[in-house]
């Protein structure tokens, strides 16, 4: 399967604290992107992070990606209680970027 | 602004009954147009996606069909519904970048 691990597949943490989430996928990437999922909802893109980049910002968020290990990982800084939600890697692959391929998630608890 | 909109919200079905589920976006022409299914504490699985009018592409053979009657309308079907059909969809959109995608709010289908 070419299907994109996240890892672990639950977090719980208290808030103010910083949460890492793991991804890793098998065959080469023309992108990897995070969404976020709140229970019963749709998914929301958070960042898009190119296979020729390393690493990558937004407000709380840092992404980084290592195409030698086929792994990236998503690190929530501060975390806040409005952060509990499902998150997912999702991966362009190379010869096919009209398609993503949607990792299994971890879902993250922050206790105020 | 773009937006996507799904419907029914919920649906509950007996096995054996006809679907149809629309999703339409607003906001944006020749959309990439995509269905997913997601079980319950799971990834998503791609379905169905469209470059065009009339144009579908099948991932995962099953008793679904798609249909792209207009440019911002996808549709997805069924002629009878199996128990295992149950889950969440989600329709997305992607523009001509096929960088992030757009969710719509899903709908949650049960057959019984």
């Known amino acids: 399967s070419q299907q994109g691990e996240e890892d672990p597949q639950a977090l719980s943490i208290q808030e103010g604290e910083n949460a890492t989430m793991n991804c890793s996928y098998k065959?080469?990437?023309?992108?990897l992107q995070w969404y976020r999922q709140n229970s019963g909802r749709g998914l929301v893109h958070l960042i898009l992070?190119?296979?020729?980049?390393r690493e990558k910002h937004s407000g709380r968020l840092r992404v980084t990606l290592d195409t030698s290990k086929k792994s990236s990982s998503l690190l929530i800084t501060a975390s806040r209680a409005a952060d509990t939600a499902s998150y997912f890697c999702?991966?362009?692959?190379?010869?096919?970027?009209?398609?993503?391929?949607f990792g299994s998630g971890t879902q993250l608890t922050v206790l105020p | 602004s773009q937006t996507i909109h799904q419907w029914p919200a919920t649906l509950v079905q007996p096995v054996g009954s006809p679907l149809s589920l629309e999703c339409t976006v607003e906001?944006?022409?020749?959309?990439?147009l995509y269905w997913y299914r997601q079980a319950a504490g799971r990834g998503l699985q791609l379905l169905f996606y469209?470059?065009?009018?009339?144009?579908i592409s099948s991932e995962v053979p099953q008793n679904l069909s798609a249909s792209r009657p207009q440019d911002r309308q996808f549709i997805l079907s069924s002629k009878k519904l199996l128990l295992s059909d149950s889950g969440f969809y989600l329709c997305?959109?992607?523009?001509?970048?096929?960088?992030?995608?757009?969710f719509g709010p899903g709908t949650r289908l049960t057959v019984l």
């Open positions: 065959t080469s990437i023309n992108n």
């Open positions: 469209s470059v065009g009018i009339g144009q």
């Open positions: 992070i190119r296979s020729n980049e």
């Open positions: 997305a959109w992607t523009g001509p970048s096929y960088n992030e995608q757009f």
């Open positions: 999702a991966t362009a692959f190379a010869g096919s970027a009209r398609q993503l391929t």
């Open positions: 906001g944006t022409s020749n959309p990439n």
